[in-house]
């Protein structure tokens, strides 16, 4: 299937630090995204990044893709306590215009004042 | 910004009563979804719209589950005759606007907590 693993599964660091999680899936993909849940919340999209980009940035986020590896790796700079969230990975093999996101198992981080 | 929304925001029900999950996708998008999410487990995908039919749908999506837009504005999902195993977090999503929002990033609601007893 074209899961999404991410790792690590929880990640515990300070404010200020930055946080690094990665994500692999198995089979090609037209694009992949990045998502965010507080505690029994919804689901906050936080960067796309299509399969011929390499890396894209938005505010603190940055993230890379290596299609020859399957794998993404978000990089929060900075963190803040206001960070601390479960973090997913979504994959898209398709090139239309619907879309069936396959999620990842989510790295859930803490980040301590 | 304009958000998905869903109501209500927690349904709790009898096993097997009809359940009705409503959202409002962002007004100038396209594609429609429902997805669910069981207690510690992952997001999974249950059925994509568009054009006021299904485009795919996954083999959650059974016989007891059904989708509508039944106006300009409104998604629902119905389940018929809930079971015990339908209890998860039910999230509405959209994408496929234009403008601000790039064609293929999906944007979902707060989600329903779905409860069966």
């Known amino acids: 299937s074209q899961q999404g693993e991410e790792d690590p599964q929880a990640l515990s660091i300070q404010e200020g630090e930055n946080a690094t999680m990665n994500c692999s899936y198995k089979?090609?993909?037209?694009?992949l995204q990045w998502y965010r849940q507080n505690s029994g919340r919804g689901l906050v999209h936080l960067i796309l990044?299509?399969?011929?980009?390499r890396e894209k940035h938005s505010g603190r986020l940055r993230v890379t893709l290596d299609t020859s590896k399957k794998s993404s790796s978000l990089l929060i700079t900075a963190s803040r306590a206001a960070d601390t969230a479960s973090y997913f990975c979504?994959?898209?093999?398709?090139?239309?215009?619907?879309?069936?996101?396959?999620f990842g198992t989510g790295t859930r981080l803490l980040v301590s004042p | 910004e304009p958000e998905v929304t869903q109501t209500p925001s927690h349904q709790v029900t009898q096993m097997g009563q009809e359940v009705i999950l409503r959202c409002v996708p962002i007004?100038?998008?396209?594609?429609f979804y429902w997805y669910r999410q069981i207690l510690g487990q992952k997001v999974e995908f249950l059925v994509s719209?568009?054009?006021?039919?299904?485009?795919?749908k996954s083999e959650i999506f059974d016989d007891q589950f059904s989708v509508e837009r039944p106006d300009g504005s409104n998604f629902t999902l119905k389940i018929r005759s809930t079971k015990l195993e339908d209890s998860a977090m039910y999230f509405c999503?959209?994408?496929?606007?234009?403008?601000?929002?790039?064609?293929?990033?999906?944007?979902f609601g707060p989600g329903t907590r779905l409860t069966v007893l």
């Open positions: 990044i299509r399969s011929n980009e």
């Open positions: 719209f568009y054009n006021n039919e299904i485009s795919e």
């Open positions: 999503a959209s994408s496929g606007g234009t403008g601000y929002t790039s064609y293929n990033e999906q944007f």
């Open positions: 007004s100038n998008h396209l594609y």
């Open positions: 979504a994959t898209d093999a398709r090139n239309t215009g619907f879309q069936k996101l396959v």
């Open positions: 089979t090609s993909i037209n694009n």
